[in-house]
């Protein structure tokens, strides 16, 4: 069994997404558990977390609300607040880790004590691809915001184009205390990606994933990339990004998320989690257990003991 580290939840008639222009219309509707158990069926994937989408604690606390197979949630929360370390207690005290961590077995989607087991916080995220100014996540403010994200035991995602990598690395230097996830392996422009391996494009996105692997407190998510090679995604290198994100952070830094159903727009759930694993069938058995299941334990689930 393994984990989907990565994919979202949402309904567009609860909540606003400012992103969800025409050019994702055919996502632009509620996604919800029975939809995400559908696009699990057969695939071994037994847990997974769920991703904000959205700058708003009410969609937060709908994600913590939901039940089997999602186990965690990486939740959003205003990282300016002065009282950002309390806000950041209150949700964690109204969804502790043991509601998980004594009933594993309940996450399995079809247990029946499915019901009776919430999704805990496991980490925080800020759409900072989204900000005007690309340094945001090295402002003051953002830092020691992310320090109380660290404080609570929580994981930080990095949802960051080029643009933003630098201030991400700022960020990563500032809180080593922290547990950094680079969403989407920095968002490489795969899709512009037209050599044999050796293009101004991939070289740059090496040099960045250089630069926060050199950060051991940095993991990095095997998601999204198909989405980002565009939709001609089949005659784009994909697969050589996927191996590059491993061999650059190793196995046991890098975990597999679907993006679903963001990644929709590219492939089903099925041919994602394909594609990335065929990409990655020269790893060992317990490398490709790290991608698949270990890495996302250790970052957030720590603590946990894996049940076999």
């Known amino acids: 069994m393994s ?3 990565h994919h979202h939840l949402w309904d567009p008639s609860d909540r606003d997404y400012p992103w969800m222009d025409d050019s994702v219309a055919p996502i632009r509707r509620r996604f919800d558990v029975d939809d995400l158990r559908a696009a699990l069926e057969g695939s071994g994937v037994d847990r997974t977390v769920v991703v904000q989408a959205v700058h708003d604690p009410g ?7 939901q039940p ?5 949630v990486v939740g959003w929360v205003d990282l300016t607040a002065p009282d950002v370390d309390e806000r950041l ?11 998980v961590a004594e009933h594993p077995a309940a ?8 019901e009776t087991v919430a999704p805990r916080l496991v980490g925080i995220r800020h759409q900072a691809q989204d900000e005007p100014d690309p340094g945001w996540l090295a402002r003051p403010d953002v830092v020691r915001g992310v320090r109380a994200v660290a404080d609570a035991g929580l994981a930080f995602d990095l949802l960051v184009r080029e643009r933003e990598h630098g201030a991400a690395l700022a960020l990563v230097d500032a809180v080593p205390e922290g547990r950094f996830v680079l969403d989407h392996a920095g968002k490489p422009a795969i899709a512009d990606d037209h050599g044999p391996g050796g293009s101004a494009v991939a070289d740059a996105w090496r040099a960045r994933m250089r630069a926060f692997a050199a950060r051991p407190n940095v993991v990095c998510k095997v998601s999204g990339l198909l989405t980002e090679a565009g939709n001609d995604w089949r005659d784009r290198p994909v697969a ?4 590059e994100v491993v061999g650059t952070f190793g196995p046991d830094r890098s975990m597999f998320g679907s993006d679903w159903p963001v990644s929709t727009l590219a492939a ?7 594609t990335t694993t065929a990409a990655l069938a020269d790893l060992s058995p317990s490398e490709r257990h790290d991608v698949s299941t270990g ?4 970052t957030y689930f720590p603590g946990e003991v894996t049940q076999t």
């Open 3 to 5: 984990i989907d580290a």
């Open 59 to 65: 969609e937060t606390a709908w994600l913590l609300r």
């Open 68 to 72: 089997a197979p999602v186990a965690g």
């Open 89 to 99: 207690a209150a949700i964690v005290a109204e969804h502790p880790a043991a509601l």
């Open 107 to 114: 996450l399995v989607a079809d247990d029946p004590e499915v």
């Open 240 to 243: 050589r990004y996927l191996r």
């Open 268 to 274: 089903d759930h099925a041919e994602v989690l394909h």
């Open 295 to 298: 890495t996302a334990e250790r």
